[in-house]
């Protein structure tokens, strides 16, 4: 990946020596953010203070602020402005601000007795004055602009992008899920002179937030990967997650390209409203880009493109089908050739706990604990039950979040699909997961084998109990369920159980 330039920078003590330094370039190319250039671009900021060049953006004043300029953000749960002087000892060597210059007064007595105070930018709100800076940074960079969206498959299909695009041309992606109103900008403040493609992951959990990002990302791609029952607490109801996700599609440009689930309603209602050129994905029907034959294997999924070229995909299910054929008309698009991004779409890794498959002691364990939501949730089970093989299929559900008044309705759906889909055993972890038991239950699944369990300890007490070599265990819930820490702990302990039982078969072949 393509990064900002990063500098390993001493504490406060030796500001002097950086002071007069002359200022580092970005890939031959001299930074833009100066105190005059940043204020420029930030309706109602004014320049309190000038200093040199920073040659790039942090948020965060705990880690290497060497060179670059720390906007002082403020949260439910704290304040950059409390730790201005921390990031200026960390070698900040801008800060954008929104307090009056008489409250800055301490920080700047304290900078000046070594002779490097930083330039100083107050601004009416620095959570605003972020995305402005971001979008400026994009405005003069050429680098071409790939937005993705949707309920499920954002980070997949973003890390898959990355990865292929990476081996025909200098490309950033958004880091981990990098993808609100913080992450968002930072993924686009890594743009740099060279950089060809920038991948931005955009998420939302209120209205408006996906139109506000469009327009600071302007892509020139949009993906939307799905519409499902996600963040209905904050968007209200699937129609609203619909029109949130709809806003990236509407923001493109005329010259651009959007790249829609053919196989989603909601999806495809969105062409009506996009002024780019539209290509659709589908593993139902034809499409622009369409997927049949599908098979699941050791390997991962392997699909038949348009009907002529054979792909093997390292992930498994139809969901990442969707995904990986979204990164095909992607790449396509930015100009590599078919044959190359199917080349280095089976060699892309999985992202991490999505699917992840884990064999310890002879069970396959799938990490899907990053996140779960109705429709990424009937995704894995679709996945699990298309494995081959002869051993249990174990099902470990926590609580989905953020699904307000449905909550419960959503649960016992999910409930009915787990014992439609024909899995083996439930364990329902938590008592947020406990209409998810219920649900199968009430879905004719025998109530022996649907397990409920108060938290993580006697989860996986019962799972070392149930499960033997050759069978696959699912883990899913929201990521603050930290059903994480289950799976390592399982893992861990189904790898220990292994060494111990090949220490006994090696003492009996010695005795």
């Known amino acids: 990946?393509?990064?900002?330039?990063?500098?390993?920078?001493?504490?406060?003590?030796?500001?002097?020596?950086?002071?007069?330094?002359?200022?580092?370039?970005?890939?031959?190319?001299?930074?833009?953010?100066?105190?005059?250039?940043?204020?420029?671009?930030?309706?109602?900021?004014?320049?309190?203070?000038?200093?040199?060049?920073?040659?790039?953006?942090?948020?965060?004043?705990?880690?290497?602020?060497?060179g670059k300029v720390f906007v002082a953000l403020r949260g439910d749960r704290h304040d950059g402005h409390a730790h201005l002087l921390q990031a200026v000892e960390n070698g900040a060597v801008g800060l954008v601000v929104d307090r009056p210059p008489t409250e800055l007064a301490p920080l700047s007595r304290a900078a000046r007795t070594r002779a490097a105070e930083p330039w100083i930018v107050r601004v009416p709100d620095t959570g605003e004055a972020l995305l402005a800076i971001a979008a400026e940074h994009r405005r003069r960079h050429r680098a071409k602009v790939v937005g993705i969206t949707g309920s499920c498959g954002k980070t997949s299909t973003k890390e898959g992008l990355g990865g292929v695009l990476q081996r025909a041309m200098p490309t950033v992606r958004s880091p981990a899920s990098f993808n609100n109103h913080v992450g968002v900008p930072l993924s686009l403040l890594q743009i740099e002179a060279d950089t060809r493609a920038a991948i931005v992951e955009i998420g939302t959990s209120s209205p408006g937030e996906i139109a506000k990002l469009t327009a600071v990302a302007r892509p020139d791609v949009g993906i939307v990967t799905c519409v499902a029952s996600a963040h209905l607490q904050g968007l209200g109801s699937l129609a609203g997650v619909a029109r949130e996700k709809a806003a990236l599609p509407h923001g493109l440009l005329a010259d651009g390209l959007c790249i829609l689930n053919g196989d989603d309603a909601s999806c495809r209602a969105m062409a009506a409203e996009c002024e780019a050129r539209v290509e659709f994905t589908s593993v139902a029907r034809e499409a622009d880009w369409f997927a049949t034959d599908l098979s699941f294997h050791a390997l991962g999924t392997s699909f038949l493109l348009n009907g002529e070229r054979r792909v093997t995909l390292p992930g498994l299910g139809t969901h990442n089908v969707h995904n990986a054929l979204a990164v095909i008309a992607a790449a396509v698009h930015l100009g590599m050739p078919e044959a190359d991004v199917l080349a280095a779409l089976a060699a892309v890794p999985g992202a991490a706990r999505r699917l992840e498959p884990k064999v310890s002691g002879g069970v396959t364990v799938f990490d899907d604990t990053y996140n779960m939501n109705p429709e990424s949730a009937r995704a894995a089970l679709q996945a699990l039950a298309g494995i081959g093989g002869t051993g249990k299929r174990v099902v470990v559900f926590g609580e989905m979040l953020e699904l307000g008044d449905r909550s419960v309705e959503l649960h016992r759906e999910l409930g009915r699909q787990v014992a439609a889909s024909g899995q083996d055993l439930l364990v329902a972890v938590g008592a947020g997961a406990e209409p998810i038991a219920d649900g199968a239950i009430a879905g004719g699944m025998a109530v022996a084998r649907v397990h409920r369990v108060p938290d993580l300890e006697l989860a996986r007490q019962l799972l070392l109990d149930a499960v033997r070599p050759g069978d696959l265990v699912l883990f899913k819930a929201s990521r603050r369920v930290a059903l994480v820490r289950l799976v390592d702990d399982l893992v861990r302990a189904l790898a220990a159980t292994e060494r111990i039982a090949g220490a006994g078969e090696t003492a009996g072949a010695d005795d």
């Open 1 to 66: 990946m393509v990064a900002p330039v990063n500098r390993s920078m001493s504490r406060i003590e030796a500001l002097s020596d950086r002071a007069a330094a002359t200022p580092r370039t970005v890939r031959g190319t001299r930074s833009w953010l100066t105190a005059g250039k940043v204020a420029n671009a930030i309706v109602g900021a004014e320049v309190l203070q000038r200093g040199r060049t920073a040659q790039g953006v942090v948020t965060d004043s705990r880690g290497d602020c060497g």
